[in-house]
């Protein structure tokens, strides 16, 4: 498999990465078996800069976890829903999930290489996945194939923060168009966070040569504003430090620090019905 070129899709090692340790940990909180048959050597290497970062992988796995909690209800009260990941790195969530009909969207190694190591067509579930080059193609025409007016969860982990504003809002009139029933997860970071916690994993993953670029003063106003209503938040910090995942006391996160607390949330949006005029 030829090496990743897209700065972005390299992260996909360090979030893969994150989950093998937590899978080879004595007490793992996701256990996905997945993550070290999906890396080689290029992503070992790439994972080694990371291994060390203690509070960041402790929110990267309860991130992941959240989001496996999320989707599980959904999955149990309508177990043919359809899932869209954009952005899909190397996730197995269709692998080891009871239930959906998935879609993966991501560059093409990291499709390949998914595919030589758990082909679509061996998933449990049913599962499509589509290459992109995301600087080249576009994603409504990726997608377009796939429109339905029937309810559909988007997700869009660990991405949000390297698209710029306009991305953003491209994507979500894309997927407004395509599934008008959608509701969006994804994760974000208020500048605040980045500016007084975030440095040094922003510091490592600009190494791969991806940067930060969306992290508004108040991301989920931002998200709002481009035709969502927010459902759902979770303080991914809190969360981490309530499951032991990083050693800072839950009860300073939840009183003592609210850059910390509330800066880096998970977050549940559903497409906002558009308002009708008045008769």
């Known amino acids: 498999?030829?090496?990743?070129?897209?700065?972005?899709?390299?992260?996909?090692?360090?979030?893969?990465?994150?989950?093998?340790?937590?899978?080879?940990?004595?007490?793992?909180?996701?256990?996905?078996?997945?993550?070290?048959?999906?890396?080689?050597?290029?992503?070992?290497?790439?994972?080694?800069?990371?291994?060390?970062?203690?509070?960041?992988?402790?929110?990267?796995?309860?991130?992941?976890?959240?989001?496996?909690?999320?989707?599980?209800?959904?999955?149990?009260?309508q177990p043919d829903r359809r899932i869209i990941l954009v952005g899909a790195g190397f996730d197995s969530r269709a692998l080891r999930l009871d239930g959906g009909r998935w879609i993966e969207v991501d560059e093409a190694a990291v499709i390949e290489r998914k595919q030589a190591v758990a082909p679509a067509s061996a998933?449990?579930?049913?599962?499509?996945?589509?290459?992109?080059?995301?600087?080249?193609?576009?994603?409504?025409?990726?997608l377009a194939?796939?429109?339905?007016?029937?309810?559909?969860?988007?997700?869009?982990?660990?991405?949000?923060?390297?698209?710029?504003?306009?991305?953003?809002?491209?994507?979500?009139?894309?997927?407004?168009?395509?599934?008008?029933?959608?509701?969006?997860?994804?994760?974000?970071?208020s500048n605040a966070f980045v500016q007084r916690w975030g440095k040094r994993i922003i510091e490592r993953i600009a190494i791969l040569g991806a940067r930060w670029r969306f992290h508004p003063s108040d991301p989920v106003a931002a998200i709002e504003a481009l035709g969502y209503e927010r459902r759902e938040c979770l303080s991914i910090a809190l969360r981490a430090a309530e499951l032991k995942r990083v050693r800072v006391p839950a009860m300073m996160i939840r009183y003592l620090l609210p850059s910390l607390r509330d800066g880096y949330r998970l977050c549940a949006f559903a497409r906002r019905e558009p308002t009708l005029p008045s008769p």
């Open 1 to 77: 498999m030829p090496g990743m070129s897209n700065p972005v899709s390299k992260t996909a090692w360090y979030c893969t990465g994150v989950r093998m340790q937590d899978a080879r940990s004595s007490n793992p909180l996701v256990g996905d078996a997945w993550a070290e048959r999906f890396l080689d050597d290029e992503g070992r290497r790439v994972f080694e800069r990371f291994a060390d970062l203690e509070y960041a992988n402790g929110a990267n796995i309860v991130r992941h976890w959240l989001i496996d909690q999320w989707l599980e209800a959904r999955l149990a009260a």
């Open 145 to 189: 194939p796939h429109a339905t007016d029937a309810p559909v969860t988007v997700v869009m982990e660990g991405v949000v923060y390297y698209l710029d504003a306009a991305a953003i809002a491209v994507s979500a009139k894309t997927l407004g168009i395509l599934f008008p029933r959608h509701e969006l997860i994804c994760d974000l970071q």
């Open 123 to 142: 998933s449990p579930n049913p599962l499509i996945r589509i290459a992109i080059d995301f600087a080249r193609e576009s994603l409504a025409d990726k």
